[in-house]
């Protein structure tokens, strides 16, 4: 998009693209799967214009950025470390977070393990989980075991095509956590025609398309592979994320939040969400907490859904710490 600037930036070992506009302070976003920066090129745009150095990188395994091979460079070690190194690239102390999806998980573990890298964080679709020791990551996502088995998703979004992967995808509105059945993941025949998605242009599901076709899938899915191997005859039984969060157990978040999700987002609707997020226990979490804001007849993709809305609540909250 005209009017944003690119550049390779060399951070934890890797080689990151990163999308930004504008002059410090900055503003950090964080895309989700299957995303790139370019989900948040609105959004960019508006910080950019208003005074702030809107930064969005590819993460690991997405895009331009290096895509290592071995699934274990996919913890949520790597993925703050790569933060961090960025943060340190941009020549600042901290910054404002904005993140979704996937990177709002990992969001909360910037905020966690580095608290003082964030002025204030910004967070949508995805609440802070406080870490159970005994619940596995993916026993709380479920997504199906087809996402942990390497080369198995792979292998069926080439049959269908990335077209209607990314339009299946942007366009879930059922109630509850997302469902991959085996064999059949995303419920698409080969060959068929789905509509776009009303979030996306068809500019933009031109680029994702493009970017994905180019890069593969198999980046994205790392995360979830990292986060919680399962038992797979071809795998040994590990959870890679657990030893590094397992000192974190009970810890609080605290840094200025501000938080943000649809009605018909699908994490939302999953059970006991909404419940951790308006009876208490999230603010108990996460004391700096500032506002639950609820967004009606909004999905998941939430900044892309509604951009100029979005953009206008991150400029409300983190003007206030400028």
């Known amino acids: 998009m005209e009017g ?61 950025t290096d895509t290592p091979t071995s699934i274990t460079s996919y913890t949520c070690d790597h993925i703050v470390n790569d933060l961090v190194a960025l943060i340190d690239s941009l020549g600042v102390e901290q910054v404002f977070l904005v993140a979704q999806d996937w ?40 997504v199906h075991v087809t996402f942990q088995a390497p080369g198995e998703i792979e292998a069926k979004i080439a049959e269908i095509g990335t077209a209607n992967v990314v339009k299946t995808i942007f366009s879930i509105r059922k109630p509850g956590p997302p469902c991959f059945p ?17 979030c996306l242009s068809e500019e933009e599901l031109t680029y994702y398309v493009t970017k994905f076709d180019q890069k593969g899938f198999a980046g994205g899915l790392n995360y979830y592979r990292a986060i919680d191997y399962m038992k797979l005859k071809s795998w040994p039984s590990l959870t890679l994320n657990v030893p590094v969060t397992e000192k974190w157990t009970g810890m609080q978040v605290k840094v200025p939040m501000k938080f943000m999700v649809g009605d018909l987002d699908m994490v939302y609707t999953t059970l006991g969400t909404k419940e951790y997020i308006h009876n208490g226990d999230f603010k108990k979490d996460v004391p700096f907490l500032e506002e639950a804001v609820v967004m009606e007849g909004v999905g998941h993709f939430i900044n892309q859904e509604r951009a100029e809305e979005i953009g206008s609540h991150i400029y409300d909250f983190i003007k206030k710490f400028k």
């Open 4 to 64: 944003i600037d690119h550049r390779i930036v060399s951070v934890n070992g890797i080689k990151m693209h990163i999308a930004e506009k504008g002059q410090d302070p900055v503003v950090l976003f964080l895309h989700g799967f299957p995303e790139l920066w370019y989900s948040w090129c609105h959004q960019i745009h508006a910080l950019g214009s208003l005074g702030y150095h809107a930064v969005a990188p590819n993460l690991r395994g997405f895009g331009d």
């Open 103 to 142: 990177g709002a998980i990992m969001g909360w573990y910037l905020c966690m393990f580095k608290p003082e890298r964030v002025k204030a964080f910004v967070c949508l679709s995805v609440p802070f989980t406080p870490r159970s020791p005994q619940m596995k990551p993916m026993d709380r996502m479920r």
């Open 182 to 198: 085996k064999g059949n993941a995303f419920g698409i025949r080969t060959n068929a025609s789905i509509s776009l998605p009303s």
